[in-house]
């Protein structure tokens, strides 16, 4: 049997805000019901990926490698994954790699990560033409899972897969939406594969069926996923309560199989037996033990659920605007300055990783790192300081309606941070009437402006949430 390295970190993420479901649907003159959870106007599958990757690497070791899953990649003929290595701060001999633009390469990054001690993360943004399904029962978000020896929050008893070629959803390249064939199709092919790769991953691990205590299932196919879902349940008696993600979060492509393991973990029990299939062009089962040191993990973090508390509004039009798909009035400014390659190359460790100095002679924080202390004048004396993911405190804040951003108005603030240093930096996932003087904030990863074909990725920094505190 091959051998498994032990999840030790993982989180899943979702973004503030939510688009009424009906809103989307009347476009077209349908019905919807609910909200459906969506990226910020500055955020795209790599920014959700490094918001999932700091909770799988927070305390615990370095990964050997970096997996990135996604169906929605920023970039194409170019990795997206080295960006999630720099912003993450992942030394240079660990590999960052890309896998696919499939709904399965979630389930590859898992297997993946959990053969060479790797980061898996999987990320998605997910959309559709105007009023379509896709495009109200999508939703964004991302979970990222490291593994590797040491403290074992859930062991990987063994994984199996079925693949099979057939056509249920497909996308060509360069359109914007997803073809499918009738849904009952692809739910009978899905359900004998989902079959095959169960019964493969229980026989090949002697584990019983009536001894999973819970099952998740994961897939594009909506029909499909409820159909294995119920099934498994009723054979192995196991609970099955991530069903209810698509209707708080939507179906999050890529993504969802892990928001449904990260969703699982917080609420297992340790011994628990814990069966997780993904549907997409076959099927794949990952059979996991949860260890003894889940509830001291989970002590200290916030579940992913407690994250959807506190949503923010966003209405259709503006979900367009923000999706590319409407036009607005040009700014009476002038554009946006490419960005450098030359000059992004030499910043990266404070651009992507936000990384400052401490002085080693007056022991003051500044950012980015200087060669000169500003207080002491010493001369390259300094340590370095990554305040990446970290907390602050506002300590003044403006409201501009003249400055040029994506989603006016830009609200821009002055941070004492807990690394210590002060800083201004924009304000995001925020009102404007209710941001104040002494707030709370956390450092996020974000795409400043993409000019040019080029993303200009920065940090931002956005409320700390009362319920994920």
Known sequence: MAE???????????????????????????????????????????????????LALAGGEAPGSLWFA?????????TNATVLHAATGLAADVGAFDLGASVRSGAAALRAASRDGGLAVLADVRDGPAGSTDERTGGDGAAAFSFAPGRALAEVLGTAGASAEFLDRWRLPGEQGSTTWEERFGQGEYERLAAQAV????????????????VAVAGPSVRAVKAVTTALSRRTGGRADTLDLLDLVGNAGAAHLGL??????????????LLVVSLADGADAFLLRAGDALPGYRADRAALRSSLADPLPVGYPTYLLWRGRLERERPRRPDPVRPSAPFAARNTAFKHGFVGGR????????????RVCLRCRATDGFEEVSAAGGRATVVTVTVDRLAFTPSP?????VLDLEAGGRVQCELTDVDPAAVAVGDTVQLTFRRLVTTEGIHNYFWKARPVVAATV
């Open 199 to 214: 019964d493969d991953v229980l026989k090949a691990t002697g584990v019983p069926a009536a001894d999973v205590d819970a």
């Open 409 to 413: 108005p830009l609200v821009s603030a």
């Open 260 to 273: 449904a393991l990260a969703d699982l973990l917080d609420r297992a029990a340790p011994g628990e037996i």
């Open 359 to 370: 002085c080693r002679a007056c022991d003051t924080v500044q950012f980015p790192l200087p």
């Open 70 to 78: 996604t169906t929605a990649p920023a970039y194409m003929d170019k």
């Open 4 to 54: 498994y390295f032990a999840i030790t970190g993982y989180g899943g993420y979702v973004p503030r805000y939510r688009l009424d479901r009906g809103e989307a649907a009347a476009a077209t003159g349908d019905r919807g019901r609910g909200t459906r959870a969506v990226a910020a106007y500055d955020q795209d599958s790599a920014a959700l990926g490094v918001e999932a990757a700091a």
